[in-house]
């Protein structure tokens, strides 16, 4: 009898030391999955470059499907504006062919790294950059995720995303590049 307890207690050891084998076994082969995220402030802008901090851009890596951009802000102008991505992350200001300062000039135009020279929106086929634009509600709180299937993670660093004082038309008439006017918010990652 003692016998059959002392095996009886041997048999259920090793079972449960081969359950644990095989749970650590399926933890291996499971794929680890892991989305790679770039974060960075958005500030207000200013003809000296970069003012206060007003929020902050989240970007996920969607694989093939490109990319998801979360911006959370608070205190900022109501309504809509225009959003791209800009192709340099500096925000000093330049100055213009007619001698004006161009606020955050230095970020660049519309990432187009197709050279397509025009501005169509997210939908079009023209600046890679073109997001869809931004509204504001009325009490400055803004928290959105918008898509690009255009863009991908890698794409990011060394290039800004900018918010414009208007909002966008998504076509270069009346006004050239959707008519969002100035830069007014910008995030450079
Ligand atoms: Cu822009």
Request: net charge negative.
């Amino acid at each position: 009898m003692k016998k059959l307890t002392v095996l009886l207690i041997a048999l259920t050891m090793f079972a449960c030391t081969k359950k644990k084998q095989e749970e650590v076994e399926v933890a291996v082969v499971e794929p680890v999955v892991t989305q790679e995220t770039l974060t960075s402030k958005l500030y207000t802008l200013s003809d000296q470059g970069t003012d206060k901090e007003v929020g902050t851009i989240t970007v996920t890596d969607l694989g093939v499907e490109g990319i998801s951009i979360e911006v959370v802000a608070s205190n900022i102008a109501a309504g809509e504006h225009g959003f791209h991505l800009h192709e340099n992350s500096a925000l000093t200001p330049t100055t213009n062919k007619e001698g004006k300062v161009v606020i955050a000039g230095a970020a660049g135009g519309h990432w187009d790294p197709d050279k397509t020279g025009v501005h169509l929106g997210p939908d079009g086929n023209g600046h890679r950059g073109d997001l869809p634009k931004l509204m504001v509600a009325e009490d400055g709180n803004l928290n959105v995720t918008v898509l690009s299937p255009k863009i991908f993670i890698k794409d990011i660093p060394g290039k800004s995303f900018m918010v414009h004082i208007m909002g966008d038309n998504y076509l270069d008439k009346p006004a050239t590049l959707g008519g969002g006017g100035a830069r007014l918010y910008a995030a450079p990652f």
